[in-house]
């Protein structure tokens, strides 16, 4: 069956540091893959998705990008964040675009 | 483009009593429909999904949908609830490939 890993579970970091947030999938070969961010009490804004590796579409310009350095990985990065950052990032997998997407558990991101 | 409306922001209700969750879209076009179950400080878990078939979708944890397409509508039922179903909940449409979320339900069990 097919699994997806998020981690960390939970970060602070201060304004300004470097971020890196890694989302990986078992199980399954070239999913579509896709991060989230849900601000507290909101729904969720797609910010990256991917549908091979190498190919990003970013949905939302800010200082955060992503990655895809193998099929199954996906990582969500930033030089330098702002406190407009914190919040709850998810990362998903789908094995087609008109298919149910599934998600990890999460990564909950304050920013000091 | 397509939009996923969830009217209900919060939605209380009481032990064993029943709900209902509404969601309507926008675009009558051919989509698929599903809805998620988020439980505080985890990710998203499918509940249920209408690709196609039945209007009347069956899903986890004793939940169901009806597809109603004349209204554009995919509401959310169950007969009665349990302390353990607060949660959020989201309404999602895809069309074509893309996916559209709605704003979400929160749904509170109240002893």
Known sequence: ?112 | AQSVTQLDSQVPVFEEAPVELRCNYSSSVSVYLFWYVQYPNQGLQLLLKYLSGSTLVKGINGFEAEFNKSQTSFHLRKPSVHISDTAEYFCAVVTGNQFYFGTGTSLTVIP
């Open chain 1, 1 to 112: 069956s097919q699994t997806i890993h998020q981690w960390p579970a939970t970060l602070v970091q201060p304004v300004g540091s470097p971020l890196s947030l890694e989302c990986t999938v078992e199980g399954t070969s070239n999913p579509n893959l896709y991060w989230y961010r849900q601000a507290a009490g909101r729904g969720l804004q797609l910010l990256f998705y991917s549908v091979g590796i190498g190919q990003i579409s970013s949905e939302v310009p800010q200082n955060l990008s992503a990655s895809r350095p193998q099929d199954r990985q996906f990582i969500l990065s930033s030089k330098k964040l702002l406190l407009s950052d914190s919040g709850f990032y998810l990362c998903a997998w789908s094995k087609q675009g008109n298919q149910p997407q599934h998600f990890g558990d999460g990564t909950r991101l304050s920013i000091l």
